[in-house]
């Protein structure tokens, strides 16, 4: 893969997971204003594992630049 395409791509999943973080800031805002305990930890068990893959796809693209 080409450094500029991976830099491409490494600057799109990084936008990806600051979107995510801020939808799990959201959910725990949410959760925590409308005493949904349980409904925050199902947003929690969805949002956990995305972020897990794209921190994963990121430290790939990052060996790949070198």
């Known amino acids: 893969m080409p450094p500029s395409m991976a ?3 490494l ?3 990084r936008n990806m997971r600051v979107l995510l973080e801020e939808a799990r ?3 725990r805002n949410l959760a925590y204003h409308r005493h949904a305990v349980h409904r925050q930890a199902v947003h ?3 949002l956990g594992p995305a ?3 794209l921190d994963q796809k990121m430290e790939e693209l990052r ?3 070198g």
């Open 11 to 13: 600057d799109d999943l």
């Open 25 to 27: 800031v959201r959910s």
């Open 7 to 9: 830099a491409s791509q």
């Open 51 to 53: 972020l897990d893959e």
């Open 63 to 65: 060996a790949l630049r």
């Open 44 to 46: 929690e068990r969805k």
